[in-house]
Nanobody
Framework: QVLLVESGGGSVQAGGSLRLSCVAS????????MGWFRQVPGKEREGVAV???????DYAASVKGRFTISRDNGKNILYLQMNSLQPEDTAMFYC????????????????WGQGTQVTVST
């Protein structure tokens, strides 16, 4: 059974930081492309960042320089360090086992986590 469980969301003031974590199980995490996506009500889910099995990363233009995706293959954990958060970053964030390893593409994934809410206030 594949499971992706996110944590680390919360409320923060603009300019603050959060680190999201996603614990994966039930498939070959080490050889998989993994990604973070986000969605606000009424809008499509969008890619934030992806990381392939070699550690190569790709980011959406809106988060480049502020967010960092990383992975710990020994623990099957995916991370998203988010700095300089802005109110427009407010969204539900999802981790995913990604089929198409490109941040800016329409989401093409094998599995989704349940999501963790990030709220940024002014």
């Amino acid at each position: 059974q594949v499971l992706l469980v996110e944590s680390g969301g919360g409320s923060v003031q603009a300019g603050g930081s959060l680190r999201l974590s996603c614990v994966a199980s039930g498939y070959a995490f080490r050889t998989s492309c993994m990604g973070w996506f986000r969605q606000v009500p009424g809008k499509e889910r969008e890619g934030v960042a992806v990381i392939d099995s070699s550690g190569n990363t790709d980011y959406a233009a809106s988060v480049k320089g502020r967010f960092t995706i990383s992975r710990d293959n020994g623990k099957n954990i995916l991370y998203l360090q988010m700095n300089s958060l802005q109110p427009e970053d407010t969204a539900m964030f999802y981790c995913a086992h990604v089929r198409l390893c490109v941040a800016g593409a329409r989401p093409n994934v094998y599995y989704w986590g349940q999501g963790t809410q990030v709220t940024v206030s002014t």
